[in-house]
């Protein structure tokens, strides 16, 4: 993954996850790692198991830093990361952070 990304300031807020070459539609950008937890904080992503069971994985790795767009070029299966179409080396990887965000471009 680090051959893939890197992480810079981000004109949308703070820190943003960054392509560092050309990373093609439908490819796998990443895997969000680190541990479970029960409570939200601020790099906590939440997926489902298969049973449809939600929990949350406290971020621990460059992932940690993606920011929301409506317009995002990447979306979330579970902790894996995918490319929604083909992503320019220097622009910066997005996804949508769900209806709680929908009045944030």
């Known amino acids: 993954m680090k051959n893939r990304i890197e992480v810079k300031k981000s004109h949308i807020h703070g820190k ?42 406290e971020g621990s ?11 995002a070029n990447a979306i979330f299966y579970g902790d894996k990361l995918f490319a929604l179409r083909n992503i320019t080396p220097g622009a910066e990887i997005t996804f949508d952070y769900g209806d709680e965000w929908a009045d944030v471009e």
Request: aromatic share 12%; hydrophobic share 40%; proline share 0%.
């Open 61 to 71: 790795n460059e992932l940690r830093f993606l920011n929301h767009s409506r317009k």
């Open 16 to 57: 943003g996850v960054f392509a560092k070459r050309r990373i093609r539609r439908n490819a796998l950008v990443g895997i969000y790692e680190g541990n479970t937890v029960r409570k939200n904080d601020v790099y906590v992503l939440w997926v489902e198991d298969d049973n449809g069971k939600a929990f949350g994985i």
